[in-house]
């Protein structure tokens, strides 16, 4: 079964600073999506990648998928306290339609 | 109200309680999902519900039954639960059970005692 590694498991950075988030997959990606959760909260999703080499860019949060499709960052640039929570990267199961499996999730502090 | 709202918020319930979720989606959408989602864990899948039908039953144990009347509702019904079913509990929507991103509940944060 296909499953998704994220790396760091947690983050404190400046802020300012900028950073990076890793999802890594055991086989190839056909969808992939980057949700933001406040802790106790919900999925609030952010971006959907499908081509390898696509980027996508949303205020000061991009994303990427690699040529290869396995694997995905999401950089975000001059960091805010707003942008602290947990990031979670999900991946379409291609033997299963309608079903996402997520990454163990990364918990971003962004201390003023 | 929009998105995805999930009723109760906070829920407490002892091991030999029924009680039920609630979960409304004012999208359109088609699809809607459960998950579980326990500390430390990746965000599990429960049930995958297609125009009211049940298309995903992820080795749930039988004391959580979900229903979905029509396309805007999704229940799940809790009973006999263990402390280790403590969690909080995901619902979401997609437009149809095909590749495209699911919207998020606030979730329902659930304590067994």
């Known amino acids: 079964s296909q499953e998704l590694e994220q790396s760091p498991q947690s983050l404190i950075v400046q802020e300012g600073k900028n950073l990076t988030i890793n999802c890594t997959s055991s086989k190839t990606l056909y969808g992939l999506y980057w949700y933001k959760q406040k802790y106790g909260e919900g999925l609030i999703f952010l971006m959907m990648?499908?081509?390898?080499?696509e980027e996508k860019s949303h205020e000061k949060i991009t994303a990427k998928l690699d040529e290869k499709k396995q694997q995905s960052s999401l950089h975000i640039t001059a960091s805010q306290p707003s942008h602290a929570g947990i990031y979670l990267c999900g991946a379409d199961d291609p033997s299963n339609t309608g079903k996402l499996i997520f990454g163990q999730g990364t918990t971003l502090q962004v201390k003023p | 109200e929009t998105g995805v709202t999930q009723t109760p918020r906070h829920l407490v319930m002892g091991m030999t309680n029924k009680k039920s979720l609630k979960c409304e989606q004012h999208l359109g959408h088609n699809a809607m999902y459960w998950y579980k989602q326990s500390a430390k864990k990746p965000l599990e899948l429960m049930f995958v519900y297609s125009l009211e039908e049940r298309v995903e039953n992820n080795s749930v144990p039988s004391r959580f039954s979900p229903e979905c009347p029509n396309s805007s509702h999704l229940f799940l019904h809790l009973h006999t639960l263990q402390p280790e079913d403590s969690a909080l509990y995901l619902c979401?929507?997609?437009?149809?059970?095909?590749?495209?991103?699911?919207?998020f509940g606030p979730g329902t944060r659930l304590t067994v005692t």
């Open positions: 979401a929507s997609s437009p149809r059970l095909v590749t495209y991103e699911q919207y």
């Open positions: 990648l499908q081509k390898g080499g």
